[in-house]
C-alpha cells in the first residue's frame, strides 16, 4: 500500500483509498465534520490523480481549445484545468491516476502533434484546505487574490505557497469554499505544519476522509 509523507507519525485512524493509506479520521468524525463546516480544516488528499499534459496540440487532443488559462472542465475520471496554453492537468479521486494517464498517452501516440503526458501523482504531496475560513489561511501563505471573482470555484493556478510551488484548485463542497494544494511530496509535511500553524488564530482543526464524505452526502 502507498503511503503519504503526512501521515507518517499521526496517530490517526487509517484507512485503505484505492491503494493508499491515508487518515480516516482523528477520533471524532462528528467534530472534524463540524470544523469543516464552520470554521476550516485540511485534510491529507495524498493520492489524488494529478497527469500532466503538455505540448502543442495538446488543446486540440483534449477538446479544450476554447478553454480559458487557469479554467477547467470536466472529463472522464476527472477535471481537466488549462495553466497556460500548452499545459494542462488532469486532477482526479485517490488511486485514479494511472487509468486517466494510460488513456491519455494512448490519444497523444495517436496524435501528431508532439505531446507528453505524465502522471505526476506519486511524486506530489495533496493537501486539502476546506471551509468558510479557508481562503483566510491560505492567503497568510499565498500572495494570489483569492476574493470569489478573481478565484472562483473551478480554477486553477500556479503559485507560491509558504515558499513551495504548489498548484492550486479550488473545487468548492456543498457550496463551501475548498482549495487543493499540490506539490513535491518532499515539502507535503512541512506545509502540513505550516497550515496547522497558519490557521491557529482561525479555529482550524485536522479532519480525516470520514469527515469528508460526512461533509459531501
Not at 501521515?7 to 493508499?20: E, F, R
Not at 463540524?34 to 488528499?45: C, E, F, R, S, T
Not at 489524488?48 to 503538455?54: A, K
Amino acid at each position: 500500500m502507498k503511503t503519504s509523507p503526512i501521515q507518517q507519525q499521526s496517530s490517526a485512524t487509517m484507512i485503505d483509498q484505492n491503494g493508499w493509506a491515508l487518515a480516516g479520521q482523528f477520533g471524532d468524525v462528528a467534530g472534524e465534520t463540524a470544523v469543516l463546516q464552520n470554521k476550516v480544516g485540511l485534510i491529507d488528499m495524498t493520492g489524488s490523480g494529478l497527469v500532466r499534459i503538455e505540448g502543442k496540440g495538446a488543446a486540440e487532443m483534449l477538446g479544450a481549445t476554447d478553454l480559458a488559462n487557469g479554467s477547467g472542465q470536466p472529463i472522464d475520471g476527472g477535471t481537466l484545468y488549462r495553466i497556460r496554453q500548452d499545459l494542462f492537468f488532469v486532477h482526479s479521486g485517490v488511486g485514479n491516476g494511472s487509468t486517466i494517464a494510460d488513456t491519455l498517452t494512448e490519444q497523444a501516440n495517436a496524435s501528431e502533434h508532439l505531446i507528453t503526458v505524465t502522471n505526476v501523482t506519486n511524486g506530489n504531496s495533496v493537501l486539502l484546505l476546506i471551509g468558510p475560513q479557508s481562503s483566510e489561511v491560505l492567503s497568510c501563505l499565498c500572495a494570489l487574490d483569492l476574493h470569489e471573482s478573481q478565484f472562483p470555484s473551478g480554477t486553477a493556478k500556479m503559485s507560491s505557497v509558504a515558499k513551495t510551488r504548489q498548484l492550486i484548485i479550488r473545487e468548492d463542497i456543498n457550496g463551501i469554499p475548498a482549495y487543493h494544494l499540490l506539490g513535491g511530496r518532499s515539502f507535503g509535511r512541512y506545509l502540513w505544519e505550516t497550515i496547522i500553524e497558519a490557521g491557529e488564530g482561525v479555529g482550524l482543526g485536522v479532519a480525516g476522509l470520514e469527515a469528508l464524505e460526512s461533509l459531501s452526502s
